[in-house]
T-cell receptor
Framework: ETGVTQSPTHLIKTRGQQVTLRCSSQSGHNTVSWYQQALGQGPQFIFQYYREEENGRGNFPPRFSGLQFPNYSSELNVNALELDDSALYLC???????????FGPGTRLLVL | RKEVEQDPGPFNVPEGATVAFNCTYS??????FFWYRQDCRKEPKLLMS???SGNEDGRFTAQLNRASQYISLLIRDSKLSDSATYLCVVTRYSTLTFGKGTMLLVSP
């Protein structure tokens, strides 16, 4: 196990709703990244947080936002859900001085 | 053009076979290279890093050709447990960019 946990494991929402996904990073890891993996695709980088600030973002609209807390845990918020937001959302943590990222088990989001 | 391209497969091989996966990347400024393995409905897990000098981990050998922007993974003596999707990953400023993955099915 990587020590990275995510909650909830599964979630069903309807179009237009908002969702918050949570991630607890591995002990000693101060950087958290979020990825979206649609069915049949590789994970796509959403954004990264370090020292409670966003310090990198992929090609995702502003309705995807996040937070990092002093204990390095993180949230991903998605507003105005669309059907295409249905995916596996993965969180990965690492120590900023190291390259290897460790993934959590993911949250499966279904938007109806 | 996608930043990381892989043959999606599936590759169907018998136990004991040798199988090779290839990957190309478009950004010459990519800094680090990895192969991840992803089992069905699970998270990706790091299989191995990839270096220009080539590296081996048991039955797995990975190779990087920076000039051609090409990455390979060779699996020898395939096991049933090797059945999974293999994701080629490049990084730039610690951001991982994944290919779509190549599915491997090893049969008895």
């Amino acid at each position: 196990e990587t020590g990275v946990t995510q909650s909830p494991t599964h979630l069903i929402k309807t179009r237009g709703q908002q969702v918050t996904l949570r991630c607890s990073s591995q002990s000693g890891h101060n950087t958290v990244s979020w990825y979206q993996q649609a069915l049949g695709q590789g994970p796509q980088f959403i954004f990264q947080y370090y020292r409670e600030e966003e310090n990198g973002r992929g090609n995702f609209p502003p309705r995807f936002s996040g937070l990092q807390f002093p204990n390095y845990s993180s949230e991903l918020n998605v507003n105005a859900l669309e059907l295409d937001d249905s995916a596996l959302y993965l969180c990965a943590s690492r120590n900023v001085s190291q390259e290897t990222q460790y993934f959590g088990p993911g949250t499966r989001l279904l938007v109806l | 053009r996608k930043e990381v391209e892989q043959d999606p497969g599936p590759f169907n091989v018998p136990e004991g076979a040798t199988v090779a996966f290839n990957c190309t990347y478009s950004n010459s400024a990519s800094q680090s290279f990895f192969w991840y393995r992803q089992d069905c409905r699970k998270e990706p897990k790091l299989l191995m890093s990839v270096y220009s000098s080539g590296n081996e981990d048991g039955r797995f050998t990975a190779q990087l050709n920076r000039a051609s922007q090409y990455i390979s993974l060779l699996i020898r003596d395939s096991k049933l447990s090797d059945s999974a999707t293999y994701l080629c990953v490049v990084t730039r400023y610690s951001t991982l960019t994944f290919g779509k993955g190549t599915m491997l099915l090893v049969s008895p």
